[in-house]
């Protein structure tokens, strides 16, 4: 943990334990997207005595920071990721919740496009598509025939 110990101080943040320790788990998780409930489960679990209310205070951190970025899918709930500097796109399935990142140049060259036809220049955005599985494997179907 010593790097991310010099990770967090170049940003301006102590390297509390806490920190570490979260830091840690978006590094080491096969989740990418993590809530901030998800975190304080995984620390429990580890045997950490940590309150819920200081996960959300060091996620914030790190968000204002850099280091992740919050994205609200369906639920209304924050869910974070490590930054890692590369955009990408979210596609997300409604019946089990799994998040599948994407990154498309055409996307991105006719987001860019249209902006600048109306008169835009675009600093950040966020694609989310929301779209039903065609699964058969789908772990929460409903046991409905999806569409397709």
Do not use: W
């Amino acid at each position: 943990m010593s790097d991310n110990s010099k990770n967090l101080k170049s940003i301006g943040l102590k390297a509390t334990y806490p920190r570490l320790k979260i830091l840690d788990l978006f590094q080491s998780s096969d989740q990418r997207h993590l809530t901030a409930e998800d975190v304080y489960r995984a620390l429990m679990n580890e045997g950490m005595d940590i309150g819920l209310a200081t996960v959300y205070r060091v996620l914030t951190q790190f968000e204002q920071a850099g280091l992740l970025e919050r994205h609200y899918f369906e639920s209304g709930k924050a869910v974070f990721e490590l930054n890692e500097g590369g955009h990408h796109d979210h596609l997300v399935c409604m019946q089990c919740g799994k998040v599948e990142e994407f990154f498309d140049a055409e996307i991105e060259r006719r987001q860019n496009k249209i902006a600048e036809e109306r008169g835009y220049a675009i600093r950040e955005h966020a694609l989310y598509i929301y779209a039903d599985c065609k699964r058969e494997n789908c772990p929460n179907r409903d046991g409905e025939q999806q569409g397709g």
